[in-house]
């Protein structure tokens, strides 16, 4: 199959500045690098804005949107193709109707988006800082690619065997509640706040801190990190080297 190699050095390089994307065993290391590769060649990177694509910028994308499926495959992507980057937050008009019936409009800034059938949108300088802010269990890219998971599936993300829909959208929905109670008690929590906004964006934001910040989503959310280790079949917190001392 036609690929698109990527170098030894801008690998390393991709590493450094995502460490989330590293891995204990070489061969997750190495099929990472193999799934990026084949994304890379799948998907067309489009720029916004005079800002120009560089060969660093599209490998970083197309490693976080890979570490999601590093066990699924990236067939569950094949729904879009084209991925665009802008160079910062890309204010959208919205409209809401309330529960009387009367429509809001308003103005969105948006890190990233999930159009139905493409493309991805992301804003870049979110995706270059993602190495630092996983701290804060921010990753914009995976955030939207978990999107494309779920709706690639009618709602839900591909189930393994051995997870049913009734357990996990029980699970789910349990954690959700008691999430929103935190939020709505000025509670600090692991996870982005945002999360609180709606089920799905919980799922999402509950996924970025799985994959970045994992040892910590995991001590405050056993459960729910169990059940994404069954579903993503990873376990970052044990996948991933302990970090470097500074």
């Given at each position: 199959?036609?690929?698109?190699a990527v170098p030894d050095d801008l690998w390393k390089?991709?590493?450094?500045?995502?460490?989330?994307?590293?891995?204990?065993?070489?061969?997750?290391?190495?099929?990472?690098?193999?799934?990026?590769?084949?994304?890379?060649?799948?998907k067309e990177f489009t720029c916004t804005g005079g800002?120009?694509?560089?060969?660093?910028?599209?490998?970083?994308?197309?490693?976080?949107?890979?570490?999601?499926?590093?066990?699924?495959?990236?067939?569950?992507?094949?729904?879009?193709?084209?991925?665009?980057?802008?160079?910062?937050?890309?204010?959208?008009?919205?409209?809401?109707?309330?529960?009387?019936?009367?429509?809001?409009?308003?103005?969105?800034?948006?890190?990233?988006?999930?159009?139905?059938?493409?493309?991805?949108?992301?804003?870049?300088?979110?995706?270059?800082?993602?190495?630092?802010?996983?701290?804060?269990?921010?990753?914009?890219?995976?955030?939207?690619?978990?999107?494309?998971?779920?709706?690639?599936?009618?709602?839900?993300?591909?189930?393994?065997?051995?997870?049913?829909?009734?357990?996990?959208?029980?699970?789910?929905?349990?954690?959700?509640?008691?999430?929103?109670?935190?939020?709505?008690?000025?509670?600090?929590?692991?996870?982005?706040?945002?999360?609180?906004?709606?089920?799905?964006?919980?799922?999402?934001?509950?996924?970025?801190?799985?994959?970045?910040?994992?040892?910590?989503?995991?001590?405050?959310?056993?459960?729910?990190?169990?059940?994404?280790?069954?579903?993503?079949?990873?376990?970052?917190?044990?996948?991933?080297?302990?970090?470097?001392?500074?």
């Open positions: 199959m036609q690929r698109r390089r991709t590493l450094v500045r995502y460490p989330f994307l590293q891995r204990r065993d070489p061969a997750d290391g190495a099929e990472l690098r193999r799934l990026t590769s084949l994304f890379l060649d799948r800002l120009k694509l560089t060969d660093a910028m599209a490998v970083s994308i197309a490693a976080q949107a890979a570490l999601p499926v590093l066990r699924l495959g990236l067939d569950v992507y094949e729904g879009f193709v084209g991925i665009t980057v802008h160079p910062d937050v890309v204010v959208a008009q919205r409209s809401q109707e309330d529960v009387d019936g009367v429509v809001h409009e308003f103005e969105a800034e948006l890190l990233g988006e999930v159009i139905p059938g493409g493309p991805v949108m992301l804003s870049w300088p979110h995706v270059r800082r993602a190495g630092h802010s996983a701290a804060a269990s921010l990753n914009v890219v995976i955030h939207e690619f978990v999107h494309v998971l779920e709706r690639a599936a009618g709602g839900l993300p591909p189930l393994p065997p051995g997870l049913t829909a009734q357990e996990f959208d029980s699970t789910l929905a349990q954690e959700f509640a008691h999430f929103v109670q935190r939020v709505e008690a000025d509670e600090t929590t692991v996870l982005d706040p945002y999360g609180a906004s709606a089920q799905d964006e919980f799922f999402a934001v509950a996924s970025e801190a799985f994959f970045v910040n994992a040892a910590q989503m995991q001590k405050e959310h056993p459960v729910l990190y169990g059940m994404l280790c069954r579903l993503f079949l990873q376990d970052p917190a044990a996948d991933q080297p302990p970090a470097r001392r500074t």
